[in-house]
Nanobody, 124 residues
């Protein structure tokens, strides 16, 4: 079992930055592909970005490309999401997720472990 806990969310003005963290316990994340998803009120869960365990390759949604960066620190069993130039449309609950699939996939059904989410609110 893998337990994931997100942190780092909050309220920020448009153009600002936040860094989300996802700390894992129970198992090492070294052999897990990690993803970030988000869900805004009244909308479906949306893929943001993912990083594979096998070769470190990444896959990022066009809506955040160039602004958001995923990284992982296997020694700390933690994954990060650096969010820059935030926009009001980035407001959502952000979730991290883990899958033992070897590639960075945007498909949420593949991820077997999820955190509880952290709220990010961007004011205009």
């Amino acid at each position: 079992q893998v337990q994931l806990v997100e942190s780092g969310g909050g309220l920020v003005q448009a153009g600002g930055s936040l860094r989300l963290s996802c700390a894992a316990s129970g198992r090492t994340l070294r052999r897990y592909t990690m993803g970030w998803f988000r869900q805004a009120p009244g909308k479906e869960r949306e893929f943001v970005t993912a990083i594979s365990w096998s070769d470190g390759s990444e896959y990022t949604a066009d809506s955040v490309k160039g602004r958001f960066t995923i990284s992982r620190d296997n020694a700390r069993n933690t994954v990060y999401l650096q969010m820059n130039n935030l926009k009001p449309e980035d407001t959502a609950v952000y979730y991290c997720a883990a899958t033992n699939t070897g590639w960075a996939t945007p498909e949420p059904r593949v991820y077997g472990y999820w955190g509880q989410g952290t709220q990010v609110t961007v004011s205009s």
